[in-house]
C-alpha cells in the first residue's frame, strides 16, 4: 500500500467512526417526553375523584394530574426527563418522585433534586362542568 492510499484509508475509516460515535451518542440522549395529549377526566367518576380533594392525583395517558388547591388543577408529563421512568406523586412531599434514580419535581413541574437535566413538560387544565380537559 502506497503512502496515499494509507491516508484515504485511514480518513475513510476515521469519518466513519466519527459518524458512528455521534450515531451512538445520539441514541443514548434521552427523546423529548413533550408528546402532544388530548383527553378529558370526568370528576363524576370514582376513578377521578382524587381529583375533587386538594393534593389528590390522577395518573393518566402519560400525564399526572393533580389538585393543587380548589379547583385548582395542574397536569405534567408523568415522565422523568432523565430517562423517562414514571414518576409517583407523593401527596405528603408535594413532589413528583423518580423510582429510577431519585430525582424530584415539584408540583410545577421544576427540577428540585436528582439527575434530571430539565423541568417536566405542563399542560393545559380546563374545566367544564365536572369535566376536565387536558390538552398540550
Same mark, same amino acid.
Given at each position: 500500500?502506497?503512502r496515499?492510499?494509507f491516508?484515504?484509508?485511514?480518513l475513510?475509516l ?5 459518524a458512528?460515535?455521534a450515531?451512538l451518542?445520539?441514541?443514548?440522549k434521552k427523546s423529548?417526553n413533550?408528546a402532544a395529549?388530548?383527553?378529558t377526566?370526568d370528576?363524576?367518576q &370514582? ?6 380533594s386538594?393534593?389528590?392525583? $390522577?395518573?393518566?395517558n402519560?400525564? =399526572?394530574?393533580?389538585? #393543587? ?9 408523568q415522565l ?9 406523586y407523593?401527596k ?6 423518580c423510582?429510577c434514580?431519585g430525582?424530584t419535581?415539584d408540583t410545577?413541574?421544576n427540577v428540585? &433534586?436528582g ?6 413538560t405542563?399542560?393545559? $387544565?380546563?374545566?367544564?362542568?365536572? =369535566?376536565?380537559?387536558? #390538552?398540550?
Amino acid at each position: 500500500m502506497d503512502r496515499k492510499q494509507f491516508l484515504k484509508s485511514t480518513l475513510l475509516l476515521g469519518g466513519l467512526g466519527l459518524a458512528g460515535s455521534a450515531l451512538l451518542i445520539e441514541s443514548c440522549k434521552k427523546s423529548s417526553n413533550t408528546a402532544a395529549v388530548n383527553f378529558t377526566l370526568d370528576l363524576s367518576q &370514582s376513578v377521578n375523584s382524587a381529583l375533587n380533594s386538594v393534593g389528590g392525583s $390522577v395518573a393518566s395517558n402519560n400525564v =399526572v394530574v393533580i389538585c #393543587t388547591a380548589t379547583n385548582t388543577w395542574v397536569a405534567l408529563s408523568q415522565l422523568c426527563t432523565h430517562q423517562g421512568c414514571s414518576l409517583s406523586y407523593s401527596k405528603s412531599a408535594k413532589q413528583l418522585i423518580c423510582p429510577c434514580h431519585g430525582g424530584t419535581f415539584d408540583t410545577s413541574g421544576n427540577v428540585v &433534586s436528582g439527575p434530571p437535566p430539565s423541568a417536566l413538560t405542563k399542560y393545559t $387544565v380546563t374545566k367544564s362542568g365536572t =369535566v376536565l380537559t387536558i #390538552t398540550g
